[in-house]
């Protein structure tokens, strides 16, 4: 449903934005792309929704070019960017209704995909007495209005306070509950990609530095990890366990944090090693991997941090 190849983004400033990305997504995936500010997450999607025009290498969305054939990739899929794109001033329902006539659909669906989220009873409100969970809402309402095929998500929840985006990352679970459409999202929340995304790429620097499902990209860690966190000089800690042979080539520290994964468990020895050679460690412990440790491990930066 997506098919992206050589695909590379270098603005006028000389910002490689995309380098050269691959990838393809199926017909009814909720894919993942996760990285960090920068990453060069929404200048794909501007390129996959026309509105960036790559520097070289194609693109096709729905079996459409989006350099050759903008027009027909449009019309088989819809957007919902970070910033708010509805008339404040109007009703939902006008706003929806507008967006329906702009892409000749029947008014049926402005009832119907207004239901799908859970805005139905305030449609008939101007939108500037919506919260903004509600307006997030009727922004997704407004896409599907057109019935895409493609739907593309730019960081959904962001600005969303921990609640409102819990229940609307329901929502968008539901979206799926019948896999006809293929939701394409953004988002540097980990958990986010965890509990939509049936696979995930990670970008770093305008590259995909990995792919796969979150249980594969997980599993490259292995079973569990130490996890160590101490004073100062994390990297001096780390000599010293590698002239030990208690640490090997795939620990990694990050600020004061040192990471040694386990793919095949041994941590309690490992626990006991890192005691004995009394490091100053303030805290020693393990524990199972998540992608935020895969992320860590790939780009040497936390997203949070980075975000
Ligand atoms: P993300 O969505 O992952 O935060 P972006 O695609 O927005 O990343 O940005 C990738 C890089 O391209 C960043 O270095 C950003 O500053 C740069 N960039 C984004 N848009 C433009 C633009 N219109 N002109 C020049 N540089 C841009």
């Not at 859970?118 to 101007?126: K, M």
């Not at 292995?222 to 010293?240: H, P, S």
């Not at 998540?290 to 936390?302: E, H």
Request: with cysteine; net charge negative; glycine share 10%.
């Amino acid at each position: 449903m997506i098919e992206i190849e050589g695909l590379t983004k270098i603005y006028e400033n000389g910002v490689e934005a995309v380098r050269g990305i691959d990838l393809t997504v199926e017909p009814g995936e909720v894919f993942g792309l996760l990285g960090p500010n920068g990453a060069g997450k929404s200048t794909t999607i501007g390129m996959l929704t026309t509105t960036v025009i790559p520097t070289s290498g194609t693109a096709r969305v729905a079996g459409h070019d989006v350099v050759r054939e903008p027009l027909a990739a449009r019309a088989r899929s819809s957007v919902v960017f970070q910033e708010s794109v509805v008339d404040a001033s109007l009703t939902g329902r006008r706003n929806l209704e507008l967006h329906a006539r702009l892409w000749g659909a029947a008014g049926g669906r402005v009832d119907e995909s207004a239901a799908m989220l859970g805005v139905a009873d305030l449609l008939d409100r101007a939108v500037t007495t919506y919260s903004g969970g509600q307006r997030r809402r009727l922004e997704i309402a407004r896409a599907l209005v057109s019935n895409p095929d493609v739907l593309f998500l730019d960081e959904p929840t962001v600005g969303l306070d921990p609640r409102i985006r819990h229940e609307l990352l329901d929502v968008i679970d539901g979206l799926q509950s019948d896999g006809r459409m293929t939701v394409l999202l953004t988002t540097h929340y980990l958990d986010e990609a965890e509990r939509l995304c049936d696979r995930i790429a990670i970008m770093h620097l305008g590259a995909i530095v990995a792919l796969g499902t979150p249980e594969e990209l997980r599993a490259e860690l292995g079973a569990e990890i130490v996890e160590i966190r101490v004073e100062r000089d994390a990297e001096r800690a780390l000599a010293r366990l590698r002239e030990h042979g208690v640490a090997g080539d795939e620990a990694y520290v990050v600020g004061s944090t040192l990471t040694m994964p386990h793919p095949h468990g041994g941590t309690t020895a490992t626990i006991a090693a890192v005691d004995a050679l009394e490091l100053g460690a303030l805290e020693v412990g393990a524990r199972r991997p998540n992608l935020d440790d895969v992320y860590l491990r790939l780009t040497g930066g936390r997203l949070a941090d980075a975000a």
